[in-house]
């Protein structure tokens, strides 16, 4: 027999403990995996806002055509 009796509340809190630190580690690595998918997000947004900026110089530098050429192709009256 023992020399000292078994504390159940410490016991039980020393279960609780663990099971906490066990679902803290789970959050942490939803918290992780959720990052790294952030961070495809944040790569893609770059390349979508780069593809605009490409399109919108191109629309720019076209109406600059168009307006040219509708200066010269005006007719004279």
Do not use: C, W
């Amino acid at each position: 027999m023992p020399d000292r009796p078994e504390n159940h509340t410490i016991k039980l809190l020393q279960e609780m403990r663990s099971e906490m630190r066990e679902q803290f580690e789970e959050f942490g690595r939803r918290f992780d995996e959720i990052d790294a998918r952030f961070d495809g997000v944040d790569a893609r947004i770059d390349g979508v806002t780069h593809i605009m900026t490409l399109i919108a110089g191109h629309q720019y530098a076209l109406e600059s055509r168009v307006e040219a050429l509708e200066d010269t192709a005006k007719p004279e009256i």
